[in-house]
């Protein structure tokens, strides 16, 4: 089955770090870049972070730049995404995205986990 | 960075009615970087429409997309009980690629 499962959510308190991870299946991982989108309590969806194939190019959302770090192991077939120095306002459910390549061209993120709940609070 | 607006921000309708979804870029999205989510609640989110106006696969064709330039729009010709959710544009042109902040579809 084609799959993404994040792990790692949790409970933390201010200041704390956390490291998620997204396991893929049923497809062939190296071949697709990949995002994490976070979409926090009462508030609509958020992109956070990007990652190529090979992990030549990463972008981050200026909200979470200097603290958050992602990458990725292809031969594991899993997507990271390392939490720094978090903030009440990191709070959200988490998910990692594929992005899809269309035959015109053009890209989506056309598969998605069921996310992981971060909460910060003390 | 490119910012997406979304109106409305609730549309109530009838189950039958048609629903007409707006996006609007701050500056020009090449179409083939506009996409559309459909959001339940406890759900991931699901691709909808890409290419600004392409079903995603398992869409059924009551869901289309147009637009282009700075002005997007989803409509869904006659509402089934399963498209009441919120729905995204969002932009992959250009990093960051930033979602409108969601119409809501909810019931009359």
């Known amino acids: 089955e084609v799959q993404l499962v994040e792990s790692g959510g949790g409970l933390v308190q201010p200041g704390g770090s956390l490291r998620l991870s997204c396991a893929a299946s049923?497809?062939?991982?190296?071949?697709?870049?990949m995002n994490w989108v976070r979409r926090a309590p009462g508030k609509g969806l958020e992109w956070v972070s990007y990652?190529?194939?090979?992990?030549?190019?990463?972008y981050y959302a200026d909200s979470v730049k200097g603290r958050f770090s992602i990458s990725r192991d292809n031969a594991d077939n899993s997507l990271y995404l390392q939490m720094n120095s978090l903030r009440a306002e990191d709070t959200a459910v988490y998910y990692c995205a594929r992005l899809d390549y269309y035959r015109s061209g053009t890209y989506a993120m056309g598969l998605w986990g069921q996310g992981t709940l971060v909460t910060v609070s003390s | 960075e490119i910012v997406l607006t979304q109106f409305p921000g609730t549309l109530s309708l009838s189950p039958g009615e048609r629903a007409t979804l707006s996006c609007r870029a701050s500056?020009?999205?090449?179409?083939?970087?506009l996409a559309w989510y459909q959001q339940k609640p406890g759900q991931a989110p699901r691709l909808v429409i890409y290419d600004a106006s392409s079903r995603a696969t398992g869409i059924p064709d009551r869901f289309s997309g147009s637009g282009s330039g700075t002005d997007f729009t989803l409509t869904i010709s006659r509402l089934e009980p399963e498209d009441f959710a919120v729905y995204y544009c969002q932009q992959c042109e250009s990093s960051p690629f930033t979602f409108g902040p969601g119409t809501k579809v909810d019931i009359k």
């Open positions: 049923g497809f062939t991982f190296s071949n697709y870049e």
């Open positions: 500056q020009s999205v090449t179409s083939s970087y």
């Open positions: 990652i190529s194939s090979y992990s030549t190019t990463i």
